[in-house]
């Protein structure tokens, strides 16, 4: 387990309470009072807010501090003749502690810079909520209550396959379904407070001839044949590009992979075209893939949800803005509209109205259920509620 460690980002850039919990990612969890955990690439990584900052630490599995093949040549030497100093010393059993702690110390760098990739923190967030908040009143008002709204860069296939998922369902419905997933083709990773953390898991897992049958099973029902169908599709991509590179992207041997990678060079039009060849991806989940893991900030994810925005406060529902069911034309009139409103991050501004309009936070809109203190946020409870309620009764 390493320290904590600052991004040196502030709330008004990164709210983890309410980006984690918009319908981006599924498998990040609440560990601890204000901390959430998740795993990647065989690390389990906390977060924490505090009043200036978000702070990271990282857990690392007793297999991967003991696993010499993930030193350099000359570090596993460095532990070898460690070890015979302490076995010359007479102390069995102990490692080479120094060793292991440098290896850290690399691993806790690209934690940093991945943390900063994922996020993308090098986006002016706070400049574009002033921008946004200047040529749309619904968005001003929004503002101040749902600060720190990020789009994250995740994943391509992680991405793919959690809004091949999303098709008919929920935010809760879909994180239950990638826990499944997680569970019985993934790699455990480490378990912290009682709660177990799975790596997603790769392609040729998926590939497996009776995932279909054993997904439909854990309750997926026809989303269970897009998934087998897609792998497929991916891994025959692997058989095609097996000869045209190294076989390597993020310790992955999947060509497949690589491919999704790819789509990020593309333009928006094109990596939309591409992902819609896909079994059991339309529009909205091509959207969803190009915005939060392939680089296209202005792709628009329409659903009913954000028909229903649209309607309500962007006039859709009169007029000569369209129709009162999401055609596919109404789909394409809504992106339009918020991609000429907000400009080249136009699909990050989307995102703040659609979490704002989420139930779990349906509260900030009458009141802030949030409030920084030097301890970090604290998220008020039903109690908290209830006393507030309270107070304001005998005020009146």
Not at 86 to 110: C, M
């Amino acid at each position: 387990m390493s320290v904590w460690r600052s991004l040196k980002v502030g709330p008004e850039e990164l709210r983890l309470d309410t980006t984690l919990k918009s319908g981006q990612a599924f498998r990040w969890k609440l560990s601890a009072e204000n901390e959430w955990s998740c795993a990647f690439k065989g690390k389990l990584i906390t977060l924490r807010q505090t009043a200036t900052s978000i702070e990271y630490k990282a857990y690392f599995p007793t297999q991967d501090i003991n696993n010499s093949s993930s030193l350099s040549v000359e570090k596993q030497q460095q532990r070898l003749k460690m070890q015979e100093i302490h076995e010359i010393k007479g102390v069995q059993g102990i490692q080479g502690i120094q060793e292991i702690n440098e290896h850290h110390d690399d691993e806790e760098e690209k934690i940093h810079e991945f943390l900063w990739d994922y996020f993308q923190l090098n986006v002016n967030l706070k400049g574009y909520y002033n921008k946004w908040s200047s040529v749309d009143g619904h968005f001003a008002k929004i503002a101040n209550q749902f600060q720190g709204i990020r789009i994250l860069r995740q994943d391509p296939m992680e991405n793919l396959f959690c809004f091949i998922c999303s098709t008919n369902n929920n935010i809760t419905r879909i994180t239950q379904m990638i826990e499944k997933l997680c569970r019985k083709y993934g790699k455990k990773v480490y378990t912290l407070n009682d709660q177990e953390y799975y790596d997603f898991p790769v392609l040729e897992k998926l590939a497996l001839p009776q995932v279909e049958n054993e997904l439909k099973q854990l309750g997926f029902g026809y989303r269970a044949k897009y998934i087998a169908q897609t792998t497929k599709i991916l891994m025959e991509k692997y058989l095609t590009n097996e000869d045209d590179n190294d076989g390597s992207i993020n310790g992955s041997g999947s060509g497949g992979e690589q491919w999704l990678h790819s789509l990020r060079k593309l333009d928006y039009k094109e990596a939309h075209e591409a992902l819609l060849q896909l079994t059991g991806v339309g529009p909205k989940v091509a959207d969803c893939v190009c915005l939060m893991s392939l680089d296209k900030h202005n792709a628009i994810p329409v659903d009913t949800h954000v028909w229903q925005i649209a309607k309500r406060e962007y006039g859709f529902n009169s007029g000569n803005k369209g129709s009162k069911t999401l055609t596919s034309r109404a789909y394409e009139a809504v992106g339009n509209h918020f991609r000429k409103l907000f400009g080249d991050y136009s699909g990050w501004a989307h995102s703040v109205l659609f979490t704002a309009d989420l139930k779990a936070f349906e509260n900030r809109q009458q009141k802030k259920i949030s409030n920084i203190s030097k301890n970090g946020l604290k998220t008020l409870t039903a109690a908290d509620l209830v006393n507030d309620n309270n107070k304001r009764r005998r005020r009146s």
